[in-house]
């Protein structure tokens, strides 16, 4: 039986998820202690669903707020033992729930100008806790899979993350080539990189992108079965997670094919 459960359902509850993430990931945005590639803003896999990093309270004290996927709850906790607690399941607009965040961190002590377009949306919210459930169970075993796969690699690696602004889990391998580009008008300087990741949006699929994509070098390369090459929009390979449903060896697919993308990118990656 496959590890990774059904989610042709999801979309609506994911839209939520997406809108009330994008709400939490405003506090550490503006009170975590910034990282030169936003991994303070990004939220952590963790048994019970997604996790800010924690954050300096001005008594000292540290502060971190949870999306709980099994009691259906977004919580702020302190390291004290506090913890303030919403419902899921009430329906509240992205507005509502970035108030409500906002409000109750500012009780801890923490006030400051936060990216409110990151969350204000007035229109009705949908949830539906045992496709949240599902969710939690798909994204749990990803985030295992790709930590075997993280384990297995040397080098400069970032974390397992999911990112507010996409809704997405993924990980960074930085390879020793320095790459050169221009952005706002600028010339910005960056290490060359390979990503793999999971998205749960429609449609539903898992990605490994490398940094700069040498086309020419990786097109013609054979990819794992239900693999394949993307470079429309964006430049590099796609595994639907369709493939994988109903598949004894979903888990050996899935690790395959972040190894194998890993093999072919990596000459085009190295100095």
Do not use: C
């Given at each position: ?142 985030h295992r899979i790709f930590n075997d796969h993280r384990n297995q690699l040397t080098g400069n690696i970032g974390p397992i993350q999911l990112w507010p602004h996409n809704f997405d889990l993924s990980m960074e391998w930085f390879g020793t080539r320095t790459v050169t580009y221009e952005e706002h008008g600028q010339l910005q300087e960056s290490p060359s990189q390979l990503n793999l990741g999971f998205y ?72």
């Amino acid at each position: 039986m496959s590890l990774f459960p059904s989610l042709e359902n999801f979309e609506p509850t994911r839209q939520t998820l997406h809108l009330y993430a994008q709400a939490m990931g405003v506090v550490p945005r503006t009170h975590a202690t910034p990282h030169s590639k936003w991994w303070h803003i990004s939220l952590r896999v963790v048994p019970h669903g997604l996790q800010t990093t924690t954050m300096s309270l001005p008594d000292g004290g540290r502060l971190w707020l949870e999306m709980d996927l099994q009691h259906h709850t977004l919580k702020v906790q302190t390291a004290a033992g506090g913890t303030q607690a919403i419902s899921l399941q009430e329906g509240a607009t992205g507005t509502e729930m970035g108030d409500w965040v906002l409000t109750a961190v500012a009780q801890h002590g923490l006030q400051g100008e936060y990216a409110r377009a990151k969350f204000e949306n007035d229109q009705p919210r949908d949830y539906d806790p045992a496709e949240a459930e599902k969710f939690l169970t798909a994204v749990t075993h990803v985030h295992r899979i790709f930590n075997d796969h993280r384990n297995q690699l040397t080098g400069n690696i970032g974390p397992i993350q999911l990112w507010p602004h996409n809704f997405d889990l993924s990980m960074e391998w930085f390879g020793t080539r320095t790459v050169t580009y221009e952005e706002h008008g600028q010339l910005q300087e960056s290490p060359s990189q390979l990503n793999l990741g999971f998205y749960p949006g429609q449609p539903i699929y898992f990605y490994s992108n490398p940094f700069p994509f040498a086309g020419e070098q990786l097109l013609d390369k054979e990819l794992p079965a239900g693999a394949r090459w993307h470079t429309e929009g964006w430049q590099g390979t796609m595994l639907p997670y369709s493939e994988l449903l109903d598949d004894n060896k979903a888990e050996t697919r899935l690790r395959h094919f972040a190894r194998r993308v890993y093999e072919l990118a990596l000459p085009t990656l190295l100095a």
